[in-house]
Nanobody, 126 residues
Framework: VQLVESGGGSVQVGGSLRLSCVAS????????MAWFRQVPGRQREALLS????????TYDARVRGRFFISQDNTRNTVSLQMNSLRPDDSGVYYC?????????????????????WGQGTQVTVS
């Protein structure tokens, strides 16, 4: 499995940015895909996840109503639309994936189950 993120960059406070993650190697498995964020000195924190045909899961209340996750029909690209960006949204954003085994994405507290990671893309809000 390979995950490749794109779309990071610098944006002004209040602006928007859209990140994309292209996945390959899923074969016949169904995967839950998620976005994480890491800031210096802290562990990666889960933001949102989704899987084909399923609802999305919000792990971080700070992004509720501002960040939106979506997956295309081919199931190999997941996007993160980020609106009303704030300086504390700055960080490295990672795409992650885990095979679906229970019909849903990992719930809050189970974020360590994500086993595949992209290389990350930097987002700077100032």
């Amino acid at each position: 499995v390979q995950l490749v993120e794109s779309g990071g960059g610098s944006v002004q406070v209040g602006g928007s940015l859209r990140l994309s993650c292209v996945a390959s190697g899923f074969n016949d498995n169904t995967f839950c895909m998620a976005w994480f964020r890491q800031v210096p000195g802290r562990q990666r924190e889960a933001l949102l996840s989704t899987f084909p045909g399923g609802p999305y899961t919000t792990y971080d209340a700070r992004v509720r109503g501002r960040f939106f996750i979506s997956q295309d029909n081919t199931r190999n690209t997941v996007s993160l639309q980020m609106n009303s960006l704030r300086p504390d949204d700055s960080g490295v954003y990672y795409c992650a994936a885990v095979p679906i085994t229970s019909g849903r994405c990992p719930t809050a507290g189970q974020e360590s189950l994500f086993s595949y990671w992209g290389q990350g893309t930097q987002v700077t809000v100032s």
